[in-house]
């Protein structure tokens, strides 16, 4: 891996962790793109970008998360079904999904037109965006977390199933969003201690591997604070349709390409 290549992860991972988009297939294509080979290195070096977009999410969120507590503990009860999920699969998720571009792809257009049935029922009237966080329920939070287990599935979208759980059972987009970026911090901070657990025999570094960890964990760290802020901001007064449009558009664009 060169600077070019980390500074180009980075952005990546910063810009698509928070968005219904997907980080990791995103991640996985980029990879492949630059012609990035797998190694324990390159292992190490997406914990590091990961860390650097949930600093951004802590700094942001960090007044919020002390002046509501109660929701904290809801984010907690959302964080323990995917704790379980992603241990007991993390040998099937790390060496079969991540490796099936077949169905990376199937999820990245799957979760396009699950977007688009949800907005079709909002805009019918068939479905209701009126609840806030405040609302939220122990039972809703365990709901969202269940929700949130799918996305061990590279393609899915932890963030994109969160939001299509908590407008499913009424809450405004806006307040989706917030509990995907809270509910980030226990889930990817957990997945990254078990990686370097895992990877705790083989990490070794020098001082060009600092350089290129550094620069990932910045570029991911200014990446992610801005496409949060401006993904609430698109949030007022939009819908998930251009999401789901991406998607599926790219997704096709993907399974012609990978044939």
Not at 58 to 71: D, G, R, V
Not at 135 to 143: D, P, R
């Amino acid at each position: 891996m060169n600077i070019y290549q980390a500074l180009v992860l980075g952005i990546v991972e910063g810009l698509t962790e928070f968005l219904p988009i997907s980080s990791t297939a995103h991640l996985i294509f980029a990879s492949n793109l630059l012609k990035i080979a797998q190694s324990d290195f390159i292992k190490l070096f997406e914990v590091f970008i990961q860390a650097g977009a949930i600093l951004s999410v802590i700094i942001l969120y960090a007044k919020y998360i002390f002046q509501h507590a109660k929701i904290a503990k809801k984010v907690i009860v959302s964080f323990i079904p995917t704790a379980i999920i992603g241990f007991l699969l993390y040998k099937i998720i790390k060496v079969y999904f991540f490796e099936n571009y077949f169905l990376i792809t199937c999820m990245f257009i799957l979760v396009g037109l699950v977007f688009i049935a949800i907005e079709f029922l909002i805009k019918k009237k068939k479905l209701k965006l009126d609840k806030q966080l405040s609302k939220t329920t122990f039972f809703h939070a365990l709901i969202i977390g269940l929700a949130q287990s799918l996305a061990v599935i590279p393609g899915v979208s932890r963030s994109g199933i969160v939001m299509v759980a908590m407008m499913s059972l009424g809450y405004v987009r806006k307040e989706s969003a917030i509990y995907s970026f809270l509910l980030a911090i226990p889930t990817i901070i957990a997945a990254s201690f078990y990686d370097l657990y895992k990877s705790r025999d083989i990490i070794s570094l020098d001082y060009e591997n600092i350089m290129l960890l550094t620069i990932g964990f910045i570029s991911a760290f200014i990446t992610a604070y801005i496409s949060m802020k401006w993904f609430i901001s698109f949030l007022q007064n939009n819908t998930l349709m251009k999401f789901a449009w991406y998607r599926i558009l790219l997704g096709i664009i993907l399974f012609v390409v990978n044939r």
